[in-house]
């Protein structure tokens, strides 16, 4: 029977069939973070349980904590009360921490692949949406609730129901200007933030294949905001020379016989989904949003949208109540808007290749004097390699903020936010109402394009920036 | 887990798409609080106005659906982020079963394990459930009946609705499912051994 890549890292996780449909699936990873995590690791005790298998769990500080420069684990005093709570409840239960400041420590799905944590063939989750993000090493990874994660952390295992199966195939070289970030930009734009509700999504075809693993990692983020929350990308050599010789990835004899075991994993030529789609990369040019759902997207040539041209009623309120949020004129180009804030960083686009496509934009250039910027690398090694290459300083250089690592500004939960009604275009994979702070106005797109937008004062495309 | 049988009450229409977690719970409000006591907070940026008083224009601030225990949405409801205290929030405010036409498959997990029951019906059958309510003002009655599993109109209609019956009965029992889970100890640790044996480079990677 042909398989799917999928159904290669599914079928053989099934501990137990569970009638109707149900598995129990075992989980080979489990992530937490300091918003929920103290908390889970507490609760499982007060339910009168025991971690099951703490070796396999691993922590890190990242939603609540400080990007200030300088910052201590008290400088946002809320989250250091969940710091704390994550500090005494790892060293309780034996659950590895990377803390803040140390090497390892950074943004969960950031540090994870990065230290060889989350492997190929795995099964990894982790109490956050952008749990997907990790499939991008061609791992089975997908985000859960808290009573959820309280379950996998007392029994290693989760009931689940297998979710369909999609592929979608970008076919051909990425034009100019066009990243990873414009590429699922696009798939979420043309096929809505609903697309992949029940699917596990493969992403595949010569311009996936392409990609570094940065670069699926980003790819696979945004999995979640087209409503699937697993995305994936099959292993291949790419992923083998990124995965050598870090932390917890294999070695020596385990390494080849972990590598036999990978090169079985992708999909059969002949595996069949339940949906197959395909987006000709000839069609995408470098996105931005304009509304509050990432569907709301555009070529950053294309004009706002005019509710009047919606589809339906229901369309044209929801585009509405958009574009008085965002304060945005139907009919206008979207290039030129003016732009107040400016941020590269989130588990969507802060690792050093996004940190190197922005400082290349900004390299010889200035931020425009009304723009607030900061770039937030995300994770610990990301930030001292950036700052071996000098990023660091083209970044200051041109105007930027060089802060510590963090969830930042994609969350707003650490005391950092966006002023009420100022725009900002952010690398971060959220536009909701109030994601960045409330009556904040965010803009998604690539690091290029919001080092592109923090130069021009406006959203700007930066094809026009050519080196 | 409370139990979930049967509720009753006039259903308050919340029907634009893509409503999201974070705007039913703002992620400030899950740093300082805990599960319970979220209720106030529910919806909060659309709810109240800047000075704190209720913003009349927000639908659930209407005086017939203040106490309501049934909320009809959109589609793709509770998409977004995984926080489990978009539910709370919810069940805060009172409510009890949320009928939307398609939901956030993390959201639509997470009201399960909470007493909070998703139901799926379509996007006709909901804007007519909103369109009986209203007619009558809230003074009649939708009602949820999870063991029947349909939904009575407030016209006296019975629609069928279907629920995964692992779910819908851990919900109608109230059961513990880690304790559930946890009957398979022999089989996890027996598969644990196993995939050991098969899959060394899986642990002992990881290996202290």
Known sequence: MPATLFDKIWDPHVVADLGGGWSLLHCDRVLVHDLSGGRA??????????????????????????????????????????????????AETGVRLFDLGQDGNGIVHVMGPELGIVLPG?????????????????????????????????????????????????????????????????????????????????????????????????LCNLSIEMGAKIGMVAPDETTFAWLK??????????????????????????????????????????????????????PVTGRIPDPADAPDAEKRADWEKALAYMGLTAGAPIAGTKVDWVFIGSCTNSRIEDLRAAAAVLRGRKVAPHVTAWVVPGSERVKHAAEAEGLHDAFRAA????????????????????PAGARCVSTSNRNFVGRQGTGARTHLASPAMAAAAAVAGTIADVRSFAA | MDKFITVSGPAAPMLGANIDTDVIIPIQRLVGTGRTGLGPYAFERMRYAKDGSDN?????????????PILLAGPNFGCGSSREGAVWALMGMGFRAVIAPSFGDIFFNNCFQNGLLPVRLPEDVIRRIADETEAAQ?????????????????????????????????????????????????????????????RAWAWDSVER
């Open chain 1, 245 to 298: 010789g870090r932390d917890f990835a294999p070695k020596g004899a385990s390494w080849e016989s972990a590598l036999a075991d990978w090169r079985a994993l992708p999909s059969d030529d002949d595996a069949v989904f339940d949906r197959d789609l395909v987006i000709d990369m000839r069609d995408i040019a470098p996105q931005i949003t304009w509304g509050t759902s990432p569907e709301q997207v555009l």
């Open chain 2, 138 to 198: 809230g003074a009649r009655h939708t009602v949820v009946d999870l063991a029947r599993q349909v939904v009575v109109t407030p016209d006296g209609a019975e629609i069928p609705f279907t629920v995964d019956a692992r779910k819908r009965d851990a919900l109608l029992e109230g059961l513990d499912d880690i304790a559930l889970t946890l009957k398979q100890k022999d089989a996890i640790l027996a598969w644990q051994t196993a995939d050991r044996a098969k």
């Open chain 2, 56 to 68: 009349p224009d927000f639908v659930l601030n209407r005086p017939q659906y203040r106490d309501s």
């Open chain 1, 399 to 418: 105007g930027f903020e060089w802060r510590e690592p963090g969830c930042a500004l994609c969350v707003a939960a650490n005391g950092e936010s966006v």
């Open chain 1, 41 to 90: 690791l507490q609760e499982v005790g007060e339910a009168g349980y025991a971690v099951a298998r703490p070796d396999l769990v691993f922590a890190t500080p990242d939603h609540a904590v400080s990007s200030a420069p300088g910052r201590t684990s008290e400088t946002f005093p809320t989250g250091a009360r969940l710091l704390a709570g994550l500090r005494k409840r790892a």
């Open chain 1, 122 to 218: 795995t099964v990894l989750v982790c109490g956050d949406s952008h749990t997907c993000t990790n499939g991008g090493v061609g791992s089975l990874a997908f985000g859960i609730g808290a009573s959820e994660l309280r379950h996998v952390l007392a029994t290693q295992c989760l009931p689940q129901k297998k979710p369909r199966t999609m592929r979608i195939r970008f076919e051909g070289e990425a034009p100019p200007g066009v990243t990873p970030k414009d590429m699922i930009l696009a798939a979420i734009g043309r096929f809505g933030a609903a697309a992949g509700t029940g699917y596990a999504v493969e992403y595949a075809g010569s311009a996936v294949r392409a990609l570094s693993v940065e670069g699926r990692l980003t």
